[in-house]
C-alpha cells in the first residue's frame, strides 16, 4: 500500500487483483461492491469514490478527504470497527478494499425479531460504545454515527458483532485547534454542528443518545416534518419520553438517554462515563421486569416500522452509471437552491450592513466635522501666537545687536580713556620729580630763614599743584594719581 506521505496508493488496477462481484449499496459519489481477492479467495468490500477532477467541480469527493478518511482506517485496528485492507487509485476513482461486513444494519436486525428486552439492547449499545471508545482513545471523531452505519459483521450467529462503518467525516481532533463544520444526518446531528460551533468528541456521544431513543422506542426524538424543524428541534434540545414509546422503558434507560442528550458539552456524557452507566455497566440493574409481551413486542413492531420508513426515503441502490447521473442532477438542483438562498439571506444582511455603514458614516462625518472645526480654530490661535513671538523674537534680536553695538563702543571709549590716564600719570610723575628738585633746593635755602615762612609756602605750592591738576584732568583723578606733595 502507498503511504500516505506521498499520498500515491496502488496505481495497477484493481480488477487484476479483485472479481468485482454485485453491487452493496451506495452514497452519493460512493458505490460499494463485494469483491474476492484472486490470490487468496478471500471476500471483501471494495468502495469505489469517484475523486473531484478540478477544485471548480462539484461532483465527487476532494483528494485530501479521502486521504483523511484512508489514513484514518490504516490507524484502526478493533473488533468493533470495519478494517482497511488495501488502496486502489485510477483516474477517476479511489477504491478502498475493506472488510466484508455482510450481516446488514442492526437496527434490521433487531426489527426482525418477535421482542427485544433492555438487556439485548445493552448488549448492543456497549459493543457500539466499545468501538467508539477506541476511537476517542486516539481523539479521533466518528460525526456520522447514525444506524445505517452500524452493521453486523455476521447475523446468522447467536450473539453477532458490532461493526462501526463509514469513516468519510472522521477527523482527528487537535487540542487547541478550532474546527467547526455542518455535516452528518440532520436527525442525529449534536446541536454544536447545527449551530456551527466549536466540534469535539462529544458530538458522537450525542449521536449514541438519539440511536438508543431510537432503539428502545423506535420513535426518534428530533425528526420534524422539515429539515429545518429537526435542526430547530436538536437546537432547542426539544425531545421528550412518551407515554406511548416508554412506558415500559427502565428509569436507568432513560436516565443513559438524558445524560447524552445534553447541550452543553461540558455536561454531556463522555464515553468513559457511558460505560460506567448502571444501565450499561450493571446487569442486574438494566433488566425491569417487563411482565408486558406486548410491549416488548410493541418495540420492535414500532423500530420495523421505523427501519421500512428510513429505508423508503433513502435513496434506491442504482447502477453506479444511473447512480451518478441522477446524483449529479441532484446535486445540481439542490445547489442551485441553496446558492438561491444564499443569495437571498445575503441581499437582506448585505442591505442590514449598508445601513448600519451608513448610519455609522453619518455618525462619524458629523463628528469629525465638529472635531475639524475645533481643531482648525486651534491651528489658528496657534499659528497667531507663532507670529507674535516670532515678531518678539525679532525685537530681541535687535535689541541684542544694539546691546552688543553700545558695548562695543564702551569698551572702544575706555580703552582710550585708560590710555591717555597712563600718559597723564606719567607727566604728572616727571612734573612731581621736577618739583621734588625745587623744593628740594628750596629747602636747603630754607636753612638760613624762618620755617614758618618756608611751611606756609609748600602749603599754597600744594594747593596749586592740586588744582592744576584737577583741571588738567577734568576732575576724574584717579586715586593712585593723587599727588602726595
Wanted: proline share 2%; charged share 30%; with cysteine.
Amino acid at each position: 500500500m502507498g503511504t500516505l506521505g506521498m499520498a500515491v496508493f496502488n496505481q495497477q488496477k484493481v480488477e487484476d487483483f479483485y472479481d468485482i462481484g454485485e453491487e452493496l449499496g451506495s452514497g452519493q459519489f460512493a458505490i460499494v461492491k463485494r469483491c474476492k481477492e484472486k490470490s487468496t479467495g478471500v471476500e471483501y468490500a471494495a468502495k469505489f469514490i469517484k475523486k473531484r477532477q478540478s477544485r471548480a467541480s462539484r461532483r465527487g469527493v476532494r483528494r485530501e478527504e479521502i486521504e483523511r478518511e484512508v489514513d484514518i482506517l490504516q490507524e484502526l485496528q478493533h473488533p468493533n470497527i470495519i478494517t482497511l485492507h488495501d488502496v486502489y487509485e485510477n483516474r477517476t476513482d479511489m477504491v478502498l478494499i475493506l472488510e466484508l461486513v455482510s450481516g446488514g444494519e442492526l437496527f434490521d436486525f433487531l426489527a426482525q425479531k418477535e421482542s427485544l428486552s433492555e438487556e439485548e439492547a445493552t448488549e448492543f449499545i456497549k459493543q457500539i460504545l466499545s468501538g467508539v471508545q477506541y476511537l476517542h482513545s486516539k481523539k479521533i471523531a466518528h460525526f456520522d454515527l447514525k444506524p445505517e452505519n452500524i452493521m453486523l459483521l455476521d447475523n446468522n450467529i447467536q450473539r453477532p458483532r458490532i461493526k462501526l462503518i463509514d469513516f468519510g467525516l472522521a477527523h482527528r481532533i487537535k487540542d487547541g485547534v478550532e474546527f467547526k463544520n455542518i455535516f452528518g444526518t440532520p436527525e442525529f446531528v449534536a446541536p454544536e454542528i447545527v449551530n456551527y460551533e466549536q466540534l469535539g468528541l462529544e458530538a458522537d456521544m450525542w449521536s449514541i443518545g438519539v440511536i438508543t431513543y431510537i432503539l428502545l422506542s423506535g420513535a426518534s426524538p428530533f425528526l420534524g416534518d422539515s429539515k429545518q424543524e429537526t435542526l430547530a428541534n436538536i437546537s432547542a434540545v426539544n425531545f421528550e419520553f412518551d407515554e406511548e414509546f416508554f412506558g415500559s422503558t427502565s428509569e436507568l434507560a432513560k436516565s443513559f438517554i438524558k445524560q447524552l442528550l445534553v447541550k452543553d458539552t461540558r455536561k454531556r456524557l463522555k464515553i468513559q462515563d457511558a460505560l460506567n452507566h448502571p444501565w450499561i455497566k450493571d446487569k442486574s440493574a438494566t433488566v425491569e421486569v417487563q411482565t408486558k409481551v406486548e410491549s416488548q413486542q410493541m418495540k420492535t413492531k414500532r423500530l420495523k416500522e421505523y427501519t421500512i420508513q428510513s429505508h423508503s426515503s433513502m435513496p434506491p441502490n442504482n447502477t453506479y452509471a444511473n447512480f451518478e447521473r441522477f446524483a449529479n442532477v441532484l446535486e445540481d438542483i439542490s445547489l442551485v437552491e441553496m446558492g438561491l438562498e444564499k443569495v437571498a439571506q445575503n441581499r437582506e444582511s448585505l442591505q442590514d450592513d449598508v445601513e448600519a455603514l451608513l448610519s455609522i458614516y453619518t455618525e462619524k462625518e458629523a463628528w469629525y466635522k465638529e472635531e475639524s472645526e475645533s481643531i482648525r480654530q486651534e491651528l489658528s490661535q496657534v499659528r497667531y501666537k507663532f507670529r507674535k513671538a516670532e515678531v518678539l523674537r525679532k525685537g530681541l534680536q535687535e535689541d541684542l545687536r544694539t546691546t552688543d553695538t553700545s558695548l562695543a563702543s564702551i569698551d572702544s571709549r575706555y580703552l582710550t580713556r585708560e590710555a591717555h590716564l597712563g600718559s597723564l600719570r606719567q607727566e604728572l610723575n616727571a612734573e612731581l620729580r621736577w618739583l621734588q628738585e625745587v623744593m628740594g633746593s628750596l629747602n636747603g635755602e630754607a636753612g638760613n630763614k624762618g620755617f614758618g615762612s618756608i611751611s606756609a609756602l609748600n602749603n599754597e605750592v600744594n594747593e596749586a599743584l592740586k588744582e592744576l591738576l584737577s583741571k588738567d584732568c577734568g576732575g576724574d583723578l584717579h586715586p593712585q594719581v593723587q599727588p602726595d606733595i
